[in-house]
Every structure is written in C-alpha cells, then in structure tokens.
Nanobody
Framework: QVQLVESGGGLVQPGGSLRLSCAAS????????MGWYRQAPGKQRELVAT???????NYADSAKGRFAISRDNAKRTVWLQMNSLKPEDTADYFC???????????WGQGTQVTVSS
C-alpha cells in the first residue's frame, strides 16, 4: 500500500518560512520523481516543484528563488523549504510520487499552509 504522509504545514506570517515534509512508503522511493503541488481555494492544483531520483529539480516560476525541494532516498523523505512566504502561497500542499517508467502517480492527503498576518 502506497502512503505519502505530509507534515509541516501551518500558519505563518508574510515573510516567514515553513518546511514541509513527505514520508513515503510502499514505493521504490529512489526511482520516483517526487514533487509538491498546491491548490488554493477556488483554484486548480498547480505544480510547485519536483525532484528526480537523481536529484534534478524543477520549480514553478512562483517558487523560484524562494522554495527549495530536497530528498533523502535513505530516509524515503522529500522536503519543501519555503522562505519569504507570501499570502498568495496560501494553499493545501500535496506531495506526489511519479514512477518514470510506468507513470503511476500517487498523492498524499495534503497539508495546509496559511500565510497571513
């Protein structure tokens, strides 16, 4: 059974930082491209950042320079460090795993991030 369990969300003031974590089980973690998506109220889910098994990263324009995705294959965990947070970063953040060959994709349940003063 595949499980992606996110943690680290919460309420933070504008300009603050949060670090999201996603612990994976039930997949061959090291080969999966891991990623973070977000969905704000009334909006479509959008890509935030991805990281391949080899460590190559990709960021949405909105995340470049402020967010950093990283992974530890031994710990089967992926992180999203979010700095200089803005109110428009408020959303539910979802961890995802994508197998590069089968294209099977799995989602976590999400963690809520609220940026507000």
């Amino acid at each position: 059974q595949v499980q992606l369990v996110e943690s680290g969300g919460g309420l933070v003031q504008p300009g603050g930082s949060l670090r999201l974590s996603c612990a994976a089980s039930g997949i061959i973690f090291r080969v999966n491209t891991m990623g973070w998506y977000r969905q704000a109220p009334g909006k479509q889910r959008e890509l935030v950042a991805t990281i391949t098994g080899g460590g190559s990263t990709n960021y949405a324009d909105s995340a470049k320079g402020r967010f950093a995705i990283s992974r530890d294959n031994a710990k089967r965990t992926v992180w999203l460090q979010m700095n200089s947070l803005k109110p428009e970063d408020t959303a539910d953040y979802f961890c995802t795993a994508l197998h590069p060959l089968t294209q099977n994709r799995y989602w976590g349940q999400g963690t809520q991030v609220t940026v507000s003063s």
